[in-house]
């Protein structure tokens, strides 16, 4: 059976997650997985030039070659750990450390650093990479990506698929023929920012800061007042626009307000986005299976529950049968398998594009 390996770094850039998978004509199936822990020199750079900062070009370049190196080492010990041999494994689907993602404009973009040629080199596997360009080129935005997989693997009965990364995605799955998805905003970026900087933890364990304070209603309706939640699909986003500093200027206006009660706001804003946009997208009443890092936070989950109500059931992909911490990682090892077998990776339907392509650039071992 043809295997292959998924690597991604998300928004929250704490970690590398490896992801070994079997793919044939049945479907895909998860056979071992792995978390590489960042260094935390690389996890601040990342956060840094996600913001902007000074000299960032090279800064990127040298970046890109160490993210490279960590990329590779979780292969390498994913591979090691499962007891395979890299010469079974067809190829990796690589999907890099995103830094920016302008998808609108005269001249759209989306940049992701971690050297593929690098990976290849080190594990000796054929290494996948670039995987939002081809979309870009026939006027998509290159994102979100995941729901083409999620439709190929976790179709069925009408349902939605919910990723909680750093910014939540949603996949509409009402039949086989009729498959959308779109960026709702953000899901842990912000919340992890904050927790950063004001605890120095790397994320909010069990919820239980955010859980502490209470949302602050006024905060609340005006980071919902944002331009992006008013526009329509296909829409694409990242930490890049949902970033420290555009959390700062919405809080200019409540100086006093308690760091515990901007965490419980965040959380509180993660949910309405997500409830606002299936409202929108007509997709209320459809069962919701999670995924992602987000599952893991019982205040958002709480506070997704509240928001989509009884009629709305709520549950992770774990019920799917797909375990909710490897799913993206899976998804790229699935891109990874349709770019060696020549067959599109995007949904126009979902990105904006004109057609269907093939997506990423190979790298040879």
């Known amino acids: 059976m043809p295997r292959y390996l998924g690597l991604l770094s998300g928004t929250s850039a704490d970690a590398v997650d490896a992801a070994l998978v079997e793919i044939d004509t049945t479907g895909t199936r998860l056979l071992a997985a792995r978390t590489e822990p960042l260094p935390e020199p690389l996890h601040a750079e990342i956060h840094a030039l996600a913001a902007g900062s000074d ?20 292969a390498i010990g994913l591979l090691g750990a499962a007891g395979q041999d890299p010469a079974g494994i067809r190829a990796i689907g690589c999907h890099g450390q995103t830094l920016r993602h302008e998808a609108g404009g005269q001249h759209p973009f989306s940049l992701q650093v971690g050297d593929a040629a690098l990976v290849a080199r080190r594990t000796g596997i054929p290494t996948v990479a670039d995987f939002r360009s081809a979309d870009l080129a026939v006027g998509g935005q290159g994102a979100p990506l995941a729901p083409a997989f999620h439709a190929a693997a976790l179709a069925g009965a009408p349902r939605v698929i919910l990723n909680l990364g750093g910014i939540a995605n949603v996949t509409l799955i009402r039949d086989e023929n009729r498959v959308t998805g779109f960026d709702t905003g953000p899901a842990n970026t912000l919340l992890d920012g904050w927790m950063r900087r004001r605890t120095g933890q790397s994320f909010d364990r069990d919820g239980a800061f955010a859980a502490s304070g209470q949302p602050s209603p006024a905060l609340l309706e005006r980071l919902l007042a944002d331009p992006f939640f008013s526009l329509p699909p296909p829409r694409s986003t990242g930490p890049d626009y949902f970033s420290r500093a555009w959390l700062d200027l919405r809080l200019e206006a409540f100086p006093d307000l308690a760091a515990a009660d901007v965490a419980a706001t965040l959380v509180a804003f993660s949910a309405r986005s997500v409830r606002d946009a299936l409202e929108a997208a007509d997709g209320r009443g459809l069962p919701v299976f999670a995924c992602g890092g987000g599952v893991h936070n019982p205040a958002l989950m709480a506070a997704l529950e509240e928001e989509l109500g009884t009629g709305q059931p709520l549950t992770t992909t774990a019920a799917l049968g797909m375990d909710p911490d490897w799913v993206e990682a899976m998804a790229f090892a699935w891109l990874a398998h349709r770019r060696l077998e020549g067959l599109p990776g995007n949904l126009p339907a979902v990105t904006g594009a004109r057609e269907a392509v093939v997506l990423g650039a190979v790298y040879s071992a």
């Open 55 to 74: 000299g960032e070009l090279a800064r990127a370049g040298h970046l890109g070659h160490a993210l490279g190196e960590v990329f590779a080492k979780a």
